[in-house]
């Protein structure tokens, strides 16, 4: 294929990437100790428009009977259930996002996915983020994150027991972790 019949290719494989949401920043996974954090406030009121029940519909639904993360087929994982200060903590960080403008899943202040979700007084041994960006519901937000071989992995980690999401405008972030035994 030559150079000029590949750019009209490039462009489609950007549309798509931007509708299916597969293409969504990198996830990120920490399996370290959390640091020392003092709680922020955690009692603020969040708009978040997500459906939460279905989310977790949507998500137990793969976790539960397996599926392939690309070539690899990952077993059935437990049931992931829903936490306050983790969707309170992806609330944070998609406010933050649009507010300020920028994708990423560090913040303006350089700080990861485990910094938020300790300021909000949840104690983990791992955790893990995804985040997308785009005009996405629940239902097209999880296919593109299951969709995307490292986001899938991060979504099929056995280890994390339950997760938090958050919209604010078209800023999407799921925080997936494990509490610490013995917090």
């Known amino acids: 294929m ?3 019949m590949m750019r009209p290719a490039l462009a489609g494989m950007a549309a798509l990437c931007l509708l299916a949401a597969a293409c969504t920043k990198e996830p990120l996974e920490s399996i370290t100790p959390p640091p020392a954090i003092p709680v922020q406030d955690t009692t603020f ?4 428009p997500v459906n939460a029940a279905l989310l977790l519909t949507l998500v137990n639904d793969i976790r539960t009977k397996g599926c392939n993360c690309g ?3 990952y077993a059935p994982a437990p049931p992931i259930a829903w936490n306050k200060a983790l969707e309170r903590a992806a609330y944070l960080h998609s406010l933050d996002m649009k507010e300020f403008n920028y994708f990423s899943h560090e913040d303006r202040n350089g700080q990861s996915a485990g910094f938020r ?6 104690t983990w041994a791992a955790w893990g983020e995804n985040i997308a960006l785009g005009v996405l ?3 097209t937000v999880v296919n593109g994150w299951f969709n995307s071989i490292t986001h899938c ?3 099929m980690n056995s280890r994390f027991t339950e997760m938090g999401v958050a919209k604010v ?6 925080e997936l972790a494990v509490p ?3 917090k």
């Open 45 to 48: 009121a969040m708009n978040n």
């Open 169 to 174: 405008g078209n800023f999407w972030s799921q």
């Open 180 to 182: 610490r035994s013995g």
């Open 117 to 122: 979700i300790s300021s909000m007084g949840y």
């Open 153 to 155: 992995k991060v979504l």
């Open 71 to 73: 070539d690899s087929f």
């Open 137 to 139: 519901n629940e239902k």
């Open 2 to 4: 030559s150079r000029h």
